[in-house]
């Protein structure tokens, strides 16, 4: 019998603190529900001191998720702590996470404060916690960077005050994997740990995020603490997809109770709920993870498989059929390639999403994943203040661009009319003769889904208006629309 790992998932926290990658309320708990299916065993759900938004994120994934942990992150602080206590009170299971920088230089420059004053500070934190719920897991941030001998102190300390998990987090992303491994190792063979676990949290900053948390995982944590596709602060955390399938192909007498076929169907969602595009060779889930294009490995895997493939793609939710729907698939088609892809709808909701894919399969011949997943997810934002009712542009060589717009704003119609140095410039003019509001663009990016020119560009962009930044996002086949989209996206966000 392999030990269990028990699988902490931080995407909807960590992960979801990278610019740009933010999801609503109604978002989070369908990638909740996703984590669920996939069986993590702790969802950390938000961080509820720092924003209403994140506050009823927790309250709902807390109503929404009945099986994993639900997890609140908080600082060291009281009031932090009864906040968080406040947002889990619906979870079936309950944690708090809370913590405090332990590296020599945190204590220096973070909190102008001595060794001996943060273990009296984690105590209080994790004693205050106890109060609350039964299980807390305490943090040592920036541990990757702490003195063993300190660090073992300060995790005795909170262990004997109630900790049940205590989180060694490589913070910056520094340590080699020896040293990792060795860290933890120290912190098992050192400290009474009672029925306390240790937990890993590698940040990918040198690349070696997954490579640490198998270290630690191998010398003794019990614990890993990962994101969907390694997403995350600066060059991400630990990606689940990895350590999943490592623990898998490898015999080392570690397991998890993932049900690992949805590991590409949350990938998915993932990447298209958060705009994030995961790269072609990323390990598990990359377009390329699976495909053999040289000839000598094709030669090999049509003689037998296992010559260059280590790990089945059926066991990741790779299915190889069926990726391609038409203008003639009917709602049952569309529904089962949701559900594989994690999405689960039916009545008027699928309704409305098959209308917009059967307007969509009109201009694109066919229509993958990642366009269904656009799809779901714009349905998502039907409730908008703003909305686009239609757009004119004209534009080609010699002639200069015109738009006219229509929208929506509050069941109010407004239409106007602007010229501009380019098609995009024009619509956005016209877009913002109605919005009359001071705004600044300060990122654009156009990008293709899949390949063709029938192909959905998907739109990202920053917009700053009162010192605030705001992401907005937008696809169509038609890139000036997506603009406007996204744009028009960026000014819901600031309502
Ligand atoms: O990287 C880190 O140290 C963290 C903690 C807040 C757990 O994310
Ligand atoms: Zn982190």
Same mark, same amino acid.
């Given at each position: 019998?392999?030990?269990?790992?028990?699988?902490?998932?931080?995407?909807?926290?960590?992960?979801?603190?990278?610019?740009?990658?933010?999801?609503?309320?109604?978002?989070?708990?369908?990638?909740?529900?996703?984590?669920?299916?996939?069986?993590?065993?702790?969802?950390?759900?938000?961080?509820?001191?720092?924003?209403?938004?994140?506050?009823?994120?927790?309250?709902?994934?807390?109503?929404?998720?009945?099986?994993?942990?639900?997890?609140?992150?908080?600082?060291?602080?009281? /009031?932090?702590?009864?906040?968080?206590?406040?947002?889990?009170?619906?979870?079936?299971?309950?944690?708090?996470?809370?913590?405090?920088?332990?590296?020599?230089?945190?204590? /220096?420059?973070?909190?102008?404060?001595?060794?001996?004053?943060?273990?009296?500070?984690?105590?209080?934190?994790?004693?205050?916690?106890?109060?609350?719920?039964?299980?807390?897991?305490?943090?040592?941030?920036?541990?990757?960077?702490?003195?063993?001998?300190?660090?073992?102190?300060?995790?005795?300390?909170?262990?004997?005050?109630?900790?049940?998990?205590?989180?060694?987090?490589?913070?910056?992303?520094?340590?080699?994997?020896?040293?990792?491994?060795? /860290?933890?190792?120290?912190?098992?063979?050192?400290?009474?740990?009672?029925?306390?676990?240790?937990?890993?949290?590698?940040?990918?900053?040198?690349?070696?995020?997954?490579?640490?948390?198998?270290?630690?995982?191998?010398?003794?944590?019990?614990?890993?603490?990962?994101?969907?596709?390694?997403?995350?602060?600066?060059?991400?955390?630990?990606?689940?997809?990895?350590?999943?399938?490592?623990?898998?192909?490898?015999?080392?007498?570690?397991?998890?109770?993932?049900?690992?076929?949805?590991?590409?169907?949350?990938?998915?969602?993932?990447?298209?709920?958060?705009?994030?595009?995961?790269?072609?060779?990323?390990?598990?889930?990359?377009?390329?993870?699976?495909?053999?294009?040289?000839?000598?490995?094709?030669?090999?895997?049509?003689?037998?498989?296992?010559?260059?493939?280590?790990?089945?793609?059926?066991?990741?939710?790779?299915?190889?059929?069926?990726?391609?729907?038409?203008?003639?698939?009917?709602?049952?088609?569309?529904?089962?390639?949701?559900?594989?892809?994690?999405?689960?709808?039916?009545?008027?909701?699928?309704?409305?999403?098959?209308?917009?894919?059967?307007?969509?399969?009109?201009?694109?011949?066919?229509?993958?994943?990642?366009?269904?997943?656009?799809?779901?997810?714009?349905?998502?934002?039907?409730?908008?203040?703003?909305?686009?009712?239609?757009?004119?542009?004209?534009?080609?060589?010699?002639?200069?661009?015109?738009?006219?717009?229509?929208?929506?704003?509050?069941?109010?119609?407004?239409?106007?009319?602007?010229?501009?140095?380019?098609?995009?410039?024009?619509?956005? /003019?016209?877009?913002?003769?109605?919005?009359?509001?001071?705004?600044?663009?300060?990122?654009?990016?156009?990008?293709?889904?899949?390949?063709?020119?029938?192909?959905?560009?998907?739109?990202?962009?920053?917009?700053?208006?009162?010192?605030?930044?705001?992401?907005?996002?937008?696809?169509?086949?038609?890139?000036?629309?997506?603009?406007?989209?996204?744009?028009?996206?960026?000014?819901?966000?600031?309502?």
């Amino acid at each position: 019998m392999s030990d269990k790992i028990f699988i902490f998932d931080t995407t909807l926290r960590d992960g979801e603190q990278v610019p740009g990658c933010q999801l609503n309320t109604v978002e989070k708990i369908e990638v909740a529900k996703m984590l669920e299916r996939l069986g993590v065993d702790v969802i950390e759900a938000g961080f509820p001191v720092s924003s209403p938004g994140d506050f009823n994120s927790v309250v709902e994934i807390s109503k929404a998720v009945t099986y994993p942990t639900i997890c609140a992150l908080t600082r060291a602080v009281e /009031k932090d702590i009864e906040v968080a206590a406040e947002a889990l009170k619906f979870a079936k299971h309950k944690r708090i996470h809370t913590g405090i920088g332990t590296s020599d230089s945190h204590i /220096k420059y973070k909190f102008n404060s001595t060794r001996e004053e943060i273990i009296e500070r984690a105590v209080k934190a994790v004693k205050y916690a106890r109060r609350f719920v039964d299980d807390v897991e305490f943090y040592a941030e920036d541990a990757g960077r702490t003195d063993n001998e300190y660090l073992a102190r300060v995790v005795e300390a909170v262990v004997k005050a109630g900790a049940t998990v205590v989180n060694i987090p490589d913070t910056t992303g520094y340590c080699l994997p020896e040293e990792y491994g060795a /860290k933890i190792k120290y912190l098992i063979d050192h400290v009474d740990m009672h029925n306390a676990i240790l937990s890993t949290h590698c940040h990918n900053d040198l690349g070696m995020a997954t490579a640490n948390t198998v270290a630690g995982l191998m010398n003794g944590a019990r614990q890993c603490e990962v994101t969907i596709n390694g997403i995350g602060e600066r060059a991400g955390n630990t990606a689940l997809e990895e350590v999943a399938m490592i623990l898998k192909c490898h015999n080392v007498g570690l397991h998890t109770d993932l049900n690992t076929t949805s590991i590409y169907p949350a990938s998915r969602m993932v990447s298209s709920l958060m705009n994030m595009p995961v790269q072609a060779n990323k390990a598990v889930v990359g377009r390329n993870a699976f495909a053999h294009s040289s000839g000598i490995h094709q030669d090999g895997v049509l003689k037998d498989i296992s010559t260059y493939e280590i790990m089945n793609p059926h066991d990741v939710g790779l299915d190889d059929n069926s990726i391609v729907l038409t203008a003639r698939s009917g709602h049952a088609a569309l529904k089962h390639r949701l559900s594989v892809l994690g999405v689960q709808v039916d009545g008027e909701r699928l309704d409305k999403i098959y209308e917009q894919f059967l307007k969509l399969a009109d201009r694109k011949k066919e229509i993958h994943d990642d366009d269904l997943l656009m799809l779901a997810g714009a349905d998502m934002t039907l409730n908008n203040h703003i909305k686009l009712d239609f757009l004119q542009v004209t534009a080609g060589v010699g002639v200069k661009p015109v738009a006219s717009i229509g929208l929506t704003i509050a069941g109010e119609k407004f239409e106007a009319a602007s010229s501009g140095n380019g098609p995009v410039d024009a619509a956005i /003019k016209a877009l913002k003769q109605i919005i009359r509001r001071q705004m600044t663009l300060k990122e654009f990016t156009i990008q293709s889904i899949n390949k063709g020119s029938d192909d959905v560009g998907k739109v990202h962009m920053q917009v700053e208006h009162d010192g605030h930044l705001y992401y907005g996002f937008g696809a169509n086949t038609d890139i000036v629309a997506a603009s406007v989209e996204a744009y028009i996206d960026c000014i819901n966000k600031m309502e």
